[in-house]
């Protein structure tokens, strides 16, 4: 099997591919409103701002992990892994611990604190998976978020 590569702009079709196809897996299938200029501009510009990593089973890719840099008030530097995913078609076949395994080296080449990351509460494959790698999954933490409409809001009231 090939090891993960660095993704360049022209895998980013199929990057939103695989996004897409995790947001449906995660019953959310109109959540995803990035599109393949938006991964482009993003990922490749002159300060990019995030890392991708891709893996390819027979000429495709079929698993992908994403990264950004974030600052930790109490560790300093940290590396947020926005997802990690493979294909339907290729789970259980070892692409995910590829994957994570780029990222961790990738990590500690950049010398973060911690690596974190959300994994939603239901997906209990992929919960056993992370903790099988010594991941601590914080089952007390709740993730908040304020979308674009609850920011309109925010600031109207305020």
Known sequence: ????????KQDMSRVLELIQELATFEKETDAVEVNVLDLERDGFGENPKFTCFVLEVNNSI???ALVYPRYSTWKGEVLHLEDLIVSEKCRGKGLGT???????KHAKQLGVKRVSWEVIDWNDPAIKF???KGAN???DWDVVQLDEKGIENYLKAI
């Not at 099997?1 to 360049?8: C, G, I, W």
């Open 98 to 104: 590829l994957l994570l395994n780029s990222v961790v």
């Open 130 to 132: 992370y903790e099988s």
């Open 62 to 64: 079929e698993g992908i």
């Open 137 to 139: 999954v914080m089952r």
């Open 1 to 8: 099997m090939n090891q993960p590569r660095l993704a360049v």
